[in-house]
């Protein structure tokens, strides 16, 4: 009644004001953008709220694909909005804004926009709480043209970079509003539910169901919130520092699991060297999860996902390490922007190259020189700028492969004490928030003391391959 009551109060005076204040300076409540302003992807993201918590409460079914229940989103406005956008493609029943039937309407344009006008406009600096409630098959539906939702024979799989999200829960989809979650999805007894964090518990609440839920206490992205249905061997073990160490092993793995095992089994170990180099690490939880239904992986935030495919050949402790630093690199510390995909990928792959030092296969001088000879100068792969690759070429290999170059390049042109320095530096002042790289570039100047300018334009800002050596005019 008395919520009834304001809501009319509210719409009455809204016309009363816009009238009295026209030509003064005080602006009229105004909709969100549908961006948040990403120079590779114009609706990633939106303007004029900040997310600080999801909670998934989903049913999904593989049988039909079909996923259905709510989402509750808490925000906060960052600015007075008459509407705002969430990120979202899937087919939605209803939404409320604190409580509040609000109206809503998809994008007809297949851009994933789904806009919500609250009953009254949100006042900037106040919180909300947004319930979207909706039911779909997320693999027929398209956003620009393609569906990042993997159906698989047994369940499914939201895991993509640099877009997942849209096709399983609505958000403010871009690295820089990072929020808690916990998701619980119910699902046949026969798969198993895999997300990031804690399993909180497994709840029955209807025969033949059981519903996981996963909770994520610090920090996360969109896109590193994932999760996988399917059969699975889970695996929940303890880490030996205590925290959860929750593995799970597609049931069809067949002559690859052994080395999938003897791979991702070892994550607390790797884990744990890696923090010697970078800092603490900085999650509640670890994991890994391996499956056929992807060729690529993904550093979903604690529990990585892994293509089978990469076991194939034996154990590949490799891709372990590139997926844990991604923990530091990219999960911990977001990217500002997509086009600086660098400041993840370029580090990532540098933590092979520690990894493969520590494990006595090669130096990261070695693997440095090694990928600088291998690849002649007339060859594209240094046409493309690691950070600035252009959206088409955003998980090129000369991202990860030059973009380690110039990680190491670095090292070489400050030396080891301070090159962990800078890294761990970074890790701690830029802890659960996005980054740019001229950030990175300045604290990198700040703690060597020297001008770094040019190495970095070289290596991550020109094209053609730099020339280095006792003649070049960079390290490496
Ligand atoms: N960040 C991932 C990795 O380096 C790459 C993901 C590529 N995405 C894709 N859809 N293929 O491990
Ligand atoms: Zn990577």
């Not at 204040?21 to 114009?42: E, K, T």
């Not at 020189?369 to 060859?379: F, T």
């Not at 990680?407 to 928030?433: C, E, N, P, S």
Request: hydrophobic share 40%.
């Amino acid at each position: 009644m008395r919520l009834k009551t304001r809501a009319g109060f509210a719409g009455l005076t809204a016309g009363v004001v816009s009238v009295l204040l026209a030509g003064s300076a005080a602006a009229a409540p105004a909709p969100g953008s549908i961006g948040i302003g990403d120079p590779y992807y114009p609706h990633a993201g939106n303007g004029g709220y900040d997310v600080a918590h999801y909670d998934l409460r989903l049913t999904y079914q593989p049988s039909t694909d079909l996923l259905s229940g709510a989402t509750t989103i808490l925000l906060t406005a960052t600015q007075d909005l008459s509407a705002f956008n969430l990120d979202f493609g899937l087919k939605v029943s209803s939404v409320r804004v604190d409580n509040r039937p609000a109206k809503f309407a998809t994008s007809t344009d297949g851009t994933g926009e789904l806009t919500v006008t609250p009953a009254s406009p949100l006042k900037k600096g106040r919180t909300a709480t947004v319930v979207v409630a909706y039911a779909d098959t997320p693999s027929k539906v398209k956003i620009d043209g393609f569906t990042a939702w993997k159906k698989t024979p047994d369940g499914a799989l939201a895991v993509d970079e640099p877009q997942s999200a849209a096709w399983w829960f609505p958000s403010n989809d871009h690295p820089t509003d990072l929020a808690t979650y916990d998701v619980s999805v119910e699902v046949p007894n026969d798969v198993a539910a895999l997300s990031n964090g804690t399993l909180v518990r497994k709840t029955v609440q209807r025969p033949g169901w059981t519903r996981w839920n996963w909770r994520s206490t610090k920090p996360q992205a969109t896109y590193l919130t994932s999760l996988e249905v399917g059969k699975f061997e889970v695996n929940e073990q303890t880490t030996p520092d205590g925290k959860p160490f929750i593995t799970a092993y597609g049931a069809d793995l067949g002559e690859s699991l052994g080395a999938a095992k003897a791979s991702i089994e070892r994550t607390p170990e790797i884990t744990e060297f890696l923090a010697s180099k970078f800092g603490p690490y900085p999650f509640e939880a670890q994991g890994g999860v391996v499956t056929t239904g992807i060729t690529f992986a993904l550093e979903n935030q604690t529990r990585p996902v892994y293509g089978a495919r990469a076991f194939r050949s034996g154990s590949n402790t490799s891709i372990v390490a590139h997926e844990q630093a991604h923990q530091w690199f990219g999960d911990s510390v977001t990217l500002g922007k997509w086009s600086e995909i660098w400041l993840n990928e370029g580090f990532a792959s540098y933590g092979e190259f520690l990894w493969s030092e520590e494990s006595g296969e090669g130096t990261a001088d070695e693997l440095a020189q090694y990928i600088y000879d291998s690849v002649p100068a007339e060859d594209p792969f240094w046409q493309v700028l690691p950070a600035d690759p252009g959206a088409d070429n955003q998980f090129d290999a000369a991202v990860y492969d030059r973009g380690a170059l110039a990680v190491h390049a670095l090292r070489k042109a400050v030396g080891d004490d301070t090159f962990f320095r800078i890294l761990q530096t970074w890790q701690q002042v830029k802890k659960a928030k996005s980054a740019v790289i001229p950030e990175f570039i300045a604290l990198a100047e700040k703690i060597s003391g020297k001008p770094l300018y040019d190495l970095f334009q070289t290596w991550l800002y020109t094209k053609g391959k730099p020339a280095v050596g006792p003649n070049g005019a960079q390290a490496l």
